[in-house]
């Protein structure tokens, strides 16, 4: 399955592969040169589908537990000031996405989403220390089940230029696992959790979201 964030980019790219290789045939009337293109041009059609794709998963969630929200490996974990929201300390935990990793980002556990923010900003490498400030970005500040805030935010990369988020509205209640958003094209996930969480995974992990543990939270 491909996800809706996907559906008018692989529309594009197949009618952008027809049309090209379409004229190349009228200018040239060369086959095999016509072939050529036309493959190259299908790889890229295949990649923009395969980027899109959309896994089917089942959720396996304890209460406590705080879920990685994409999929790809982890590239920070620090002690940092979050000062968009909890505006203290806390742990923050990195999640990396390449272009070849599932795009779509869930909520890391169960309870209500509180308040959502938008930022324009720059387009420096997912990587960088910086994007997280930097770049443009959404910030999410849920509230788990038991009560414990946690921040997730969406972070555009160098090649991302569009981010997606799809609950906006204050104290919508959220499930683990249930679908936040999506980036297209590379891009990293930040969650801010309390400076008592126990943390699971270490630096270069790979993770997997809806699966992988990222912390254990107290209420």
Do not use: C
Request: glycine letters at 6%; aromatic letters at 8%.
């Amino acid at each position: 399955m491909t996800h809706r964030a996907g559906n008018i980019v692989i529309a594009r790219t197949v009618v952008f592969f027809l049309a090209i290789s379409s004229v190349t045939y009228l200018l040239t009337e060369r086959i095999k040169l016509t072939l050529v293109v036309a493959t190259v041009l299908l790889l890229l059609v295949l990649f923009v589908i395969r980027f899109f794709r959309k896994p089917k998963r089942e959720v396996t969630f304890d209460e406590g537990q705080v879920l990685s929200p994409a999929d790809g490996h982890i590239v920070a974990i620090e002690k940092v000031v979050e000062d968009e929201f909890l505006n203290k300390e806390a742990l923050q935990v990195s999640v990396f996405m390449s272009v070849w990793n599932v795009h779509i980002n869930w909520f890391p556990a169960k309870g209500s989403m509180k308040k959502y923010k938008y930022h324009p900003g720059k387009f420096l490498l997912a990587r960088h220390p910086k994007s997280s400030t930097l770049n443009e970005r959404t910030s999410v500040l849920m509230e788990t089940s038991a009560g414990v805030p946690v921040v997730v935010r969406q972070i555009a990369g160098i090649v991302a230029r569009r981010i997606e988020n799809y609950v906006q509205k204050e104290d919508t209640t959220v499930e683990a696992g249930q679908e936040m958003g999506f980036i297209k094209f590379g891009s990293r996930v930040d969650v801010f959790l309390p400076l008592d969480a126990k943390i699971h995974v270490k630096l270069g992990d790979k993770v997997r979201g809806q699966h992988t543990i990222l912390a254990q939270i107290n209420s």
